[in-house]
Nanobody
Framework: QVQLVESGGGLVQAGGSLRLSCAVSGITFHVNPMAWHRQAPGKQRELVAAISNVAIPNYADSVRGRFTISRDNTKNTVYLQMNNLKPEDTAVYYC???????WGQGTLVTVSS
């Protein structure tokens, strides 16, 4: 079973930045791809960004150029740097290991206009 602990969310004004972290345990981190998803109120959970085990990133069109996903295999941690935040980025953000069914508790990001 994988444990995922997200942190770094908060309230920020439009145009601001936040860095999310996700501490991962229970799996061999360095061989696993990782991803960030988000779920806005009243909407389905959606993929935001993913990173392969060799650190190749992919992004949803809505965040490409503003968000950066990265990983530190020495710390078993995956990050999401979010710049130029917009009110539509408001959501609970979850990290996810695609090979496993478990989810963390998420971290809330609120962007005010």
């Amino acid at each position: 079973q994988v444990q995922l602990v997200e942190s770094g969310g908060g309230l920020v004004q439009a145009g601001g930045s936040l860095r999310l972290s996700c501490a991962v345990s229970g799996i061999t981190f360095h061989v696993n791809p990782m991803a960030w998803h988000r779920q806005a109120p009243g909407k389905q959970r959606e993929l935001v960004a993913a990173i392969s085990n060799v650190a190749i990133p992919n992004y949803a069109d809505s965040v490409r150029g503003r968000f950066t996903i990265s990983r530190d295999n020495t710390k078993n941690t995956v990050y999401l740097q979010m710049n130029n935040l917009k009110p539509e980025d408001t959501a609970v953000y979850y990290c996810y290991a695609p090979r496993y069914p478990d989810w963390g508790q998420g971290t809330l990001v609120t962007v005010s206009s």
